[in-house]
């Protein structure tokens, strides 16, 4: 939800580093996007309703002026319609200050009022736009553009990340963080903020993290950060060990297709380097922090997450209840926190990922702490909240995700949660020796078996399918057992990209309502690979069919039973069926790409959509 660059450099010329950066956080945001300078002793800002291209436009007809210093930022709309007014950065009613802001300040109007009373002027309708007049109101009482802003924030009540510069203090940055995501990046010859560190990699792979309540003032040549009490901590650099092409399109027509066809390599980076092949087992780094004993200790678990991650946490919990068997329930994050505070127990709360950043699973995060519970985050950023806060962690390899609709990160979370499902299982004696090491011999050999999902056999019936379903309004995707989540996620990937409806349901569950649903405009799309369920499955197509109704099955190559039943059939390897959802997830992401393809949507930024929900 919106993304934040800021520089600031000793000389030269930052306004193409910010912009370079500013792009790579399209995906937090893309109703709007502006930039500001300082030049001359004076605060110049362009801004521009949608796309950064619409910005980089603007700015083509209308330069910004070379400057060491600027702030830039692409939105996603919470106060205030997506316009050029509304679009960030805010400056104060006299531009003596400037603003770019990622949050919600939830007491504004209040604030607001106050302001107006005090003879400020507003011209827009945003919460930023108060946040950069009360900065601005207090810096003329104080002087120093850190201690305005922090006793600004003081004022606040709500989340922010935000970076503020001031026309008295040309070579200042002030950055501050509450609930909102921000890094600082240290460069050579400059200091950074940005809301991600894909943002900062063209600039810098040195990065510090900086917490909540805390502040950071930023010169070209050095950073403090400041704790809550305002008082200077130390606080180390991370080195990231991304690259800047790995969050780059690398030849493809969008980020979506590139990160699904990454996935063979995300199996092999979160996995092969955990496999203890001989004996059986799976060994994380000791940010893992579980041992034997501790694992042996637990009783139950809960997964919690949001959208395609609660997808991965819903298959964490059966294959945790299948290799390791223990009990646990997957909760959708958001609701968690109206749950009855029970004793927390031997539990350990499973909290799910990609970011790290999404409000409601850190919402969840906190909540079960506080309750006295331990949580394990599973999520593919280093040093973000999630992988901050956890008790425990295990970090995905998927390397930075950018298309906004998630699909190698889903994969990496699920391979994740298998290893784990085989740690704890060894741990507590569910499996043997032998049943680790069968296990974890599957997993290698899933990546050979994963590339057939990229050959013209396997492309050409998607295609076709997508031909077909481009021209619906309404299906459903049913699935049983781990057929279930991957159903679930096979819809959200179509509704997401393509925006045609779709709803996944547990096939037994068909019966009992949508039926209803069913007539020749009407498809299923199901998932009948081999397994305890297929049979079920093929009798659920014989029932859709009866109906009248089109079915597209994921089934293993040569089934020619699914095949006479289905009207469209996307073959995949046939694999263990623990590891079924990883192969029969990507045909159904192939098939919402190519769905979406053929009606011209936005494939990487779909409407309404912001990839890293850091708002409630
Ligand atoms: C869907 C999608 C979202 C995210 C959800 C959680 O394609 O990307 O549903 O999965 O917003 O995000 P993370 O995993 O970052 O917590």
């Known amino acids: 939800m919106c993304g934040i660059v800021a520089a600031v450099a000793a000389g030269g010329d930052v306004r193409a580093a910010v912009l370079a950066g500013l792009k790579t956080l399209e995906y937090r945001g893309y109703d709007s996007a502006g930039m500001a300078v300082l030049h001359d002793g004076a605060i110049q800002v362009r801004r521009k309703m949608g796309k950064i291209a619409a910005l980089e436009e603007e700015l083509a007809r209308d330069e910004l002026p070379p400057s060491s210093l600027a702030v830039a930022h692409t939105r996603w709309a919470t106060h205030g319609a997506p316009a050029d007014r509304n679009a960030h950065p805010h400056r104060d009613d006299r531009d003596e200050v400037v603003v770019v802001h990622n949050g919600i300040i939830e007491n504004y109007v209040e604030l607001r009022e106050r302001l107006a009373a005090e003879g400020h002027v507003f011209s827009t309708e945003t919460d ?13 009482e104080l002087g120093d553009l850190h201690a305005a802003v922090r006793a600004a924030l003081e004022e606040v009540e709500g989340a922010y990340a935000l970076v503020a510069m001031a026309v008295s203090e040309p070579g200042t940055l002030v950055a501050a963080r509450m609930d909102s995501p921000l890094v600082l990046g240290v460069g050579k010859d400059g200091r950074y903020a940005a809301s991600d560190m894909p943002a900062l990699l063209g600039l810098t792979r040195d990065f510090v993290v900086l917490e909540n309540h805390e ?99 819903m298959l964490g919990q059966r294959l945790l209840a299948e290799l390791a068997r ?3 329930e997957t909760l959708n994050a958001s609701e968690f926190l109206y749950s009855p505070p029970l004793d927390e127990g031997d539990a ?28 394990l985050g599973i999520c593919n950023v280093r040093g973000s909240s999630l992988a901050r806060e956890a008790d425990h962690l295990v970090l995905t390899h998927c390397g930075p995700e950018v298309g906004v609709a998630s699909t190698k990160a889903f994969f990496g979370q699920v391979v994740a949660l298998y290893l784990l499902a085989i740690r704890i299982g060894r741990a507590r004696g569910v499996l043997d020796v032998a049943r680790g090491q069968q296990l974890l011999h599957d997993l290698r050999a899933l990546r050979h078996q994963l590339e057939g999902l990229f050959k013209e056999e396997a492309l050409a019936p998607v295609r076709a399918a997508a031909d077909y379903l481009a021209g619906v309004r309404s299906c459903l995707f049913l699935g049983r057992a781990l057929g279930h989540p991957v159903a679930l996620e096979g819809a959200l990937k179509l509704k997401e990209v393509s925006y045609i409806h779709a709803e996944g349901y547990p096939a037994g569950e068909m019966k009992h309502g949508p039926i209803a649903l069913i007539d020749a ?96």
Request: charge should be negative; aromatic fraction near 4%; charged fraction near 30%.
């Open 128 to 140: 930023t736009e108060v946040l950069a007049n009360l900065v601005g109101a207090r810096m003329r």
């Open 348 to 375: 350990l709360t499973v909290v799910v990922s990609q970011s790290g950043e999404t409000a409601d699973s850190l919402r969840a995060l906190r909540e079960v702490k506080e309750r006295g519970g331990r949580v």
């Open 326 to 328: 223990l009990p646990g």
């Open 215 to 313: 502040t950071a003032v930023l010169h070209a040549d050095s950073h403090v950060v400041h704790g809550p009490d305002g008082a200077p901590l130390e606080r180390g650099v991370t080195r990231c060990d991304w690259t800047p092409e790995q969050a780059e399109r690398g030849g493809f027509p969008h980020f979506m297709l590139k990160e699904i066809h990454e996935q063979p390599d995300v199996l092999a980076r979160t996995a092969f380097d955990r496999c203890r092949d001989t004996e059986g087992d799976v060994d994380f780094e000791d940010d893992f922090g579980l041992d034997d004993e501790a694992l042996r200790s637990l009783k139950r678990l809960r997964f919690m997450a949001m959208g395609t991650s609660l997808h991965a946490a």
């Open 521 to 616: 405009d009407f498809p299923v799309v199901a998932i009948c690979t081999p397994g305890r369920v297929r049979a079920k499955m093929v009798s659920n197509l014989q029932e859709v069919r009866a109906r009248g109704g089109k079915v597209i099955a994921v089934a293993a190559e040569g089934d020619t039973e699914v095949a006479a039943a289905a009207d469209f059939l996307l073959p995949v390897p046939e694999v263990p069926e623990l590891l079924a959802p990883l192969v029969d997830s990507v045909p159904l992401q192939l098939l919402a790409y190519e769905t979406a393809l053929r009606l011209g949507r936005d494939i990487d930024q779909p409407r309404n959509l912001a990839k890293s929900v850091t708002v409630e």
